[in-house]
């Protein structure tokens, strides 16, 4: 052996490996495979040193590399499989059975109110999410941003390791430095500590901060949200201090909102839409319906429900609110806004429901419209009956634009060595003029705990990955203040922190678990000794009963006038979206790919104005254009919608994020940058160039007319009770056995249908991403959507009537009709599409060869196409979210609503076993089961009782595209309004 | 009696086939361009641009393999685009052939004789080309012989009721009856090929296409037998492919596709466009290869004139179409006509009302039934209006069809256009070395058509 210098020896190549770690390890193996003093170590008849084979832990050690040379050797040719062993469990785990999901109770926080939920759990993995329904503000159902929560569990762009400076650390390095730091600041009481958070309403992290403030007295506490500052404000210019407003909408003969969008987003919307609902549907002989008026800036679904729909200018917006305020409380309205028909018959209506009736504003609006409000609900003795005032629901309630500019002058001042930003994205979510971007840096040491490497993680030292909601326990309340109890449902998937385990960093036991901080929390509050079961109970239930904050007396005055904001010839308004909300679901491919109920746009927000405005300034649909305002501008695309205010337009917060991941990053413009603190909601004086591009939106849908088909049925109230067949006598439906097929099938079994009231539909979309959860469907992004090859087995169609200018908007859920005589089921060639004894029209994914003849030959368009491979195959942490009962689809395969077969056969397995018949309401499918709205009916129509069986008897259900003959199993009670006859056509 | 019936001088154009030729120059004269004829660089070029194009095809397919066919412009509502008008088009273009060589045989329209060879080829190779689309446009092409029936551990067969079913059986018999009935037609030739060849390889090669034709009388009377047998089996097939072709879009419920008229019609209109398809070719064809004493004038006019008979069936055709809409007062109906006229794809409609109605009209006129020019721009205004007219029908009833929440538009893609253009440069392909290496014309019958030829025949009567 000569080439001494080349070989190598045992103890070389164990030094050379010990100094590689994870991936370089592996590199390093195939570097010393490939060597030739490695080639020549291996195959050497008597290795070099055979002292090796006498000392035990060195051979055992020789044997490992041999064998990873050997394996890797393998690499270059066929591989063996590895050999892998199943496990069985000794111990069965609590509950678990293969194949049945486990539910738990917990809670998801939107916008600091904590949406209470089942979660369906399949071998510990949240799969798919579902309401409480013993929770007051569920009852059974979700919004949208919690029905996708399950997807950003999972999104494989989270932070998934602990940085500082871009370089990996442990957890452990990063406390060191920060108890450090911390050790630090005890000297100086705190003083150069600045806590930044999210809205906290968490009472443990209340209680937790209090014990921080404690430790370090001098230390600064700030929130920004960005979510409900004129609902926060406007309560304490009302009341002069802080309230928080529950509304009962089951108790309201008269609705009217200002700029509100209830049904669709903010607190309380699941609760507030089935109580709204509840007085609106005319099912079981009910013949009233509560009236609903809103006035809007721009169109949302909530105003789409209305009976009577102002557009107005934003500026015009404080003007009306004070006009009505004087009118509904004995004064005199004044000015031009009060001489319409509108506000004449809405004042009219609120007077003549005193008690019973509600004002709401939205939102987004200003704290003077939110205190107008109070001050109206008062004069109409809504206080304590319809309008309920409560605590409020913040540990901490403030003025959050007071809390960033005393933070920015914190900043300013060089006062802030240690600055906390926890959750949120207050780079991204905060006004322009803010400049967090900039200004954070003049903090000296900068930790994020946060779910992303985003646009405020960009500007921090150290990253530390935040645990999901799911993965940790919290506490928090509804909109009612009923606390939910968070639990965890899998371990943090990137080992992440919560803003518990942040904040006992502070305290003398920084490493106490999150756990033992909610119960303790609750102990110290459920004293009694009976603490183990009533916490075992809270756990179970997911929350705390009758835990709802405690009613408070106030007394609202009229706040001073302000002075009034001089309309201008072109506007703005700024409108949370509803799905992303402020940006910080951007990355929720659901949510980005689910349209927008009124604009119908997906992966982008758009620069909303009227077919008027459109003709007047010369645009047309997707023209780029730029938007100035005081000399800050952002581009967006043009899309017009009828029902947005003539010399406006409407501009969504959310889109535009720079740092989101690979969903969110780039969609849409960041209407942000054209905020101001003083005047959050709207802005004037806007400017308006003609980029003279395209920039292409992608709608689901581009036509909104009903071109004389009447797929969605209407009427008034009126003329329901003058007429109750009414719908029946639109078009004719073909008599029972009219066709060529054979038709003496008897459905003697179960008989699945569904029917669907689209009177209490308020097109909120929830039950579109639930479906999308459930059933594995695939999101297609925003090419595939411009060539309309969406996914979504469920739409929700919305078609206008009416004025072409402030139209009224009726949406429609259309998903499978489950035709009895179905067009699809006869054309396709190899019978992958076939109808089953209970009358479902099942998909067979195994044969379809994908001609697509069915989906040509479907009236509805429901059917769906794997065009591409739109299902990811790759991203391991998304395999987890898949529903193991529903077959995930690849490409080339057809597919379509199945009625939720997976939960039919479920339930039919399960009364199988108790030799009964399956119960009304024991299948309820996807979107059922979300509907704030409780606007859809599933069962077996062959018992007569069952709930889908009555509503189908209703005389206001009608079958889509009857004339057909398809004999749909899926029906529609038609949308009726109640509208006020002294406004006549004017709205 | 078979003397030539005296016409007129207003219709008479000329004879079947110039009077100079005898026997031995027709074998001489079509055998020759097998047997003797150079490489000439316009072939030669042709080839290779059509072979060009035939890389369009193997690119799309390749990438359609790989990717789905989502590389198309096909969606949702419009899930049939080029690949299902491509074929119906093709298909048509194939019924030509089959009209030529079977009808006319039993109609015993001898002027057929001479076109009657080229236009089975071309029948073959647009079959050939048709049958590629329905195989490639399904979601998952591996899987396509699902659509057979065969005998399977699923024990499952296709699923009789689908007119794609019936499509199925409808192609593929045509493809081997039209396959089998031009070889059979092939073997006379191939053996005088054989006889005539003076090259070792060439005389093997079609010695053994030939199957041992040895012209004796026994044979000719089997070929007699059989080719009436095929004729007659084929002749159906005229009239039953396109039906059921059409029957994929009557027999559903899509406003401007479920109607009765479209078997007729759709029949009509295969024939117009197969024979536009077979003056496009033969004009250049009977001029390069100095033909047109062959390929008289009289065939021209003959073609041009069924043309012009087809053409006003088809005109026929959209006009009920039109009617049946109004006068149904159905409003998915009426919209539909509308939205054909005057919806976003009027160009296509007016373009082919102009391409399919009104351009043929010019051939009432005997002066330009008799100009090869003239007569082979029409054909090609045919063929481009033959293939709008499948566009409109498959894409304009999808695109706006029940509910207006799913209208939507369709515009292909690049991968549209390769695909379509590759089976153009196949079908070109096929047909440059058809020309060059199988007898173009059928020189046995042509034979027959000589003055000679008849004389005897009447002699045996």
């Known amino acids: ?247 009962k909408f089951d108790q309201a003969d008269v609705v009217f909102s200002i700029d509100g969008n209830f049904l669709g987003s903010g607190p309380g919307t699941v609760r507030y839409a089935r109580d709204f609902a509840s007085r609106r549907v005319l099912r079981g002989g009910v013949t009233t319906q509560s009236r609903f008026y809103a006035v809007e800036a721009s169109p949302t679904s909530t105003g789409s429900k209305s009976d009577h729909r102002l557009p107005l200018k934003p500026s015009q917006i404080p003007v009306f609110t004070r006009a009505l305020a004087a009118a509904v409380s004995g004064g005199q309205a004044s000015g031009e806004v009060s001489t319409s028909k509108f506000f004449q018959a809405a004042v009219k209506d609120l007077l003549a429901a005193k008690g019973k009736s509600i004002v709401i504003a939205g939102e987004d609006q200003s704290a003077e419209i939110h205190a107008l409000v109070h001050f109206m609900n008062q004069a109409l003795e809504n206080h304590g009956k319809t309008v309920l005032l409560t605590a409020p629901l913040e540990q901490k309630a403030t003025d959050q634009y007071a809390d960033l500019k005393a933070l920015v002058a914190d900043l300013n001042g060089g006062k802030v060595d240690l600055l906390l930003i926890i959750g949120g994205n207050p780079v991204f979510t905060a006004p322009a003029e803010f400049n967090l971007r900039g200004n954070f840096q003049k903090a000296k040491t900068r930790v994020r705990l946060g779910l992303y490497e985003d646009e405020t993680a960009e500007v921090c030292q150290w990253r530390i990955p935040e645990t999901h909601p799911f993965e940790q326990w919290s506490d928090g309340p509804a909109y009612d203040g009923t606390m939910s109890i968070m639990q965890p449902l899998i371990a943090p998937l990137y080992g992440g922190k919560s803003a518990h385990n942040m904040l006992a960093a502070f305290t003398d036991t920084p490493e106490k678990p999150d756990y033992l901080l909610v119960r303790e929390y609750w102990q110290s509050k459920h004293t009694g000794a009976d603490f183990e079961a009533w916490w075992k109970r809270a756990v179970h239930d997911g929350f705390v009963k009758g835990s709802a904050a405690a009613e408070v007396t106030a007394t609202a005055k009229m706040p001073a006038a302000e002075a009034a904001v001089a309309g201008s010839a072109m506007e703005v308004s700024f409108h949370t979206d509803p799905y992303v909300l402020d940006g910080r679901y951007a990355n929720n491919a659901w949510l980005q790919e689910l349209p927008r109920p ?36 952002v581009w967006g695309s043009v899309w017009r919608v009828p029902g947005q205010p003539d010399g406006t337009v409407g501009v969504s917060l959310g889109y535009g994020r720079t740092r989101a991941g690979r969903a969110g990053t780039g969609a849409g413009f960041n209407a942000n940058l054209l905020r101001s603190a003083s005047s959050p909601t709207f802005a004037t004086g806007v400017k308006l160039k003609n980029l003279g591009e395209k920039f292409p939106l992608a709608a689901v849908q581009h036509h909104f007319l009903m ?72 999101v297609v992004g925003k090419g595939q959507v411009l060539n309309t090859r969406e996914m979504h087995w469920l739409r929700i169609d919305r078609y206008y009537s009416g004025d072409a200018a402030n139209p009224r908007a009726h949406f429609q859920p259309v998903g499978c009709q489950h035709c009895e005589n179905a067009p699809c089921e006869i054309v396709c060639p190899v019978a992958a599409t076939v109808h089953d004894a209970e009358g479902l029209n099942n998909m067979v994914y195994n044969r379809c060869v994908g001609t697509r003849y069915c989906s040509n030959n479907c009236p509805y368009k429901v059917r769906r196409f794997n065009f591409l491979l739109y299902t990811d195959w790759d991203t391991e942490s998304l395999k987890l979210q898949r529903n193991p009962d529903v077959t995930v689809r690849s490409r080339g395969v057809m597919e379509k609503c199945s009625f939720c077969v997976q939960r039919i056969n479920y339930a039919k397995i399960m009364a199988e076993k108790e030799d009964r018949r399956v119960k009304d309401g024991e299948v309820i499918t996807a979107c059922q089961a979300t509907c704030p709205a409780d606007a859809i009916a599933f069962g077996d129509l062959n018992d007569p009782e069952s709930k889908v069986s009555k509503w189908k008897r209703e005389q206001l259900n009608y079958s889509l595209l009857g004339e057909l003959n398809t004999r749909p199993r899926v029906t529609y009670l038609a949308e009726i309004r109640n509208p006020n006859p002294a406004v006549g056509e004017e709205s | ?142 899987l396509a012989y699902w659509l057979l029936p065969y005998p399977n551990t699923m024990w499952l067969w296709p699923q009789f009721r689908s007119p794609l079913a019936w499509d199925v059986f409808a192609v593929t018999t045509y493809l081997i009856i039209s396959a089998v009935f031009w070889f059979v037609g092939l073997l006379p030739d191939l053996a005088t090929l054989r006889d005539s060849s003076k090259k070792d390889w060439q005389k093997r090669t079609y ?227 058809f020309v060059r290496v199988l007898p173009m014309i059928t020189i046995f019958e042509l034979r027959m058509l000589l003055p000679g030829a008849r004389v005897k025949e009447s002699v045996a009567r």
């Open chain 1, 1 to 247: 052996m000569t080439e001494q210098s080349d070989s190598l020896n045992l103890e070389s190549v164990q030094k050379r490996l010990a100094q590689a770690t994870g991936k370089s390890y592996w590199r390093s193996l195939d570097e010393l495979f490939s060597t030739a003093g490695f080639q020549e170590f291996l195959h050497r008849e008597f290795p070099r040193q055979a002292a090796e084979w006498i000392d035990d832990d060195g051979r055992r050690n020789f044997l490992k590399i041999m064998g990873a040379s050997l394996a890797l050797a393998g690499l270059t040719g066929c591989v063996k499989q590895p050999v892998e062993y199943v496990m069985p469990y000794v111990e069965e785990p609590e509950k678990l059975l293969a194949g049945k999901p486990v539910f738990y109770a917990s809670g998801y926080p939107v916008a600091g109110l904590v949406s209470p939920i089942l979660v369906e759990t399949h071998d510990f993995r949240p799969t798919k999410v579902e309401g409480n329904p013993e929770h007051p503000a569920s009852l059974g159902a979700t919004d949208v941003p919690t029905q996708a929560s399950v997807l950003g569990l999972y999104d494989p762009d989270r932070l998934q390791a602990v940085t500082y400076l871009d370089e990996a650390r442990s957890y452990s390095s990063f406390m060191l430095s920060f108890l450090t730091a911390l050790s630090q600041q005890r000297a100086s009481a705190g003083a150069g500590i600045c806590i930044l958070t999210e809205t906290v309403t968490s009472p443990t992290l209340g209680a937790q901060m209090q014990e921080v403030l404690k430790q370090f007295p001098a230390a600064k506490w700030y929130q920004w949200d960005g979510q409900g500052h004129g609902r926060r404000s406007g309560a304490e210019l009302a009341f002069g201090q802080y309230v928080n407003p529950v509304y």
């Open chain 2, 207 to 433: 010695g053994i296409l030939a199957m041992g034709w040895r012209n004796s009388a026994r044979h000719w009377q089997r070929y007699e037998k059989a080719s009436l047998l095929l004729a007659g089996m084929a002749t159906p097939l005229v009239v039953s492919v396109h039906t059921v072709v059409s029957f994929d879009f009557a027999v559903s419920l899509i406003p401007g596709w479920h109607t009765t008229i479209f078997p007729p019609y759709f029949v009509a209109g295969a024939i117009y466009s197969g024979f536009a398809m077979v003056l496009t070719l033969m004009i250049p064809v009977r001029k390069f290869y100095g033909l047109d004493d062959i390929i008289t004038l009289r065939h021209l006019n003959n073609m041009a004139k069924v043309t012009l008979a087809t053409a006003l069936i088809v005109a026929y055709g959209y006009i009920m179409e039109a009617f049946f809409s109004y006068f149904s007062a159905d409003k998915y109906e009426k919209f539909m006509i509308w939205n054909r006229m005057t919806g976003p794809y009027w160009w296509a409609y007016w373009t082919l009302i102009l391409c399919n109605i009104i351009t043929p009209q010019f051939l009432w006129s005997k002066k330009i039934r008799t100009s090869p020019g003239i007569l082979w721009v029409i054909s090609i205004v045919v063929n481009i209006g033959m293939w709008l007219e499948r566009f409109v029908i498959v894409v304009t009833s999808l695109h706006r069809d029940f509910l207006p929440s799913s209208w939507g538009m369709y515009a292909p893609t690049v991968w549209d256009w390769a695909t379509y253009v590759g089976t153009l440069g196949l079908f070109m392909f096929l047909i440059f070395l």
């Open chain 2, 1 to 142: 009696m078979s003397q030539p019936v005296e016409l007129p001088d207003k219709i008479y154009v000329g004879p079947v086939i110039d009077e100079q030729h005898t026997l031995a120059s027709i074998s001489d004269k079509v055998g020759g361009v097998v047997l003797r004829r150079k490489i000439t660089l316009g072939w030669t070029f042709g080839l290779l641009l059509s072979f060009a194009a035939l890389q369009g095809l193997a690119g799309a397919a390749t990438l359609l393999f790989v990717k789905g066919v989502g590389i198309w412009g096909i969606n949702i509502p419009v899930g049939w685009g080029f690949a299902i008008i491509n074929f119906v088009w093709w298909i048509g273009i194939g019924h030509a052939g089959t009209l030529i060589s079977a009808i006319l045989l039993l109609l015993n329209q001898s002027w057929r004789n001479a076109i009657n060879r080229f236009a089975e080829a071309m029948t073959l190779f647009a079959v050939m080309c048709a049958g590629m689309f329905p195989v490639l446009h399904t979601g998952r092409p591996w």
């Open chain 1, 598 to 633: 009124v604009t119908r746009l997906t992966w982008d927000n758009a620069v909303v104005m009227s077919e008027k405005t459109a003709r007047d300034l010369d645009l047309k649909d997707e023209d780029r254009v730029e938007l100035a305002v005081n000399g800050r501008s």
């Open chain 1, 707 to 778: 071109e004389g088909r009447a797929p969605v049925r209407e009427g008034t109230l009126a003329e329901y009770i003058k007429d109750p067949l009414f719908v029946q006598k639109e078009t004719e439906t073909p008599p029972a056995g009219l066709t060529i097929l054979p038709s003496d099938w008897q459905y003697k079994g179960y008989a699945w249908g569904m029917a669907i009231d689209l009177t209490a539909c308020n097109g909120c979309n929830a039950c579109v991403v639930a479906c999308q959860a459930e059933n594995n469907i695939a």
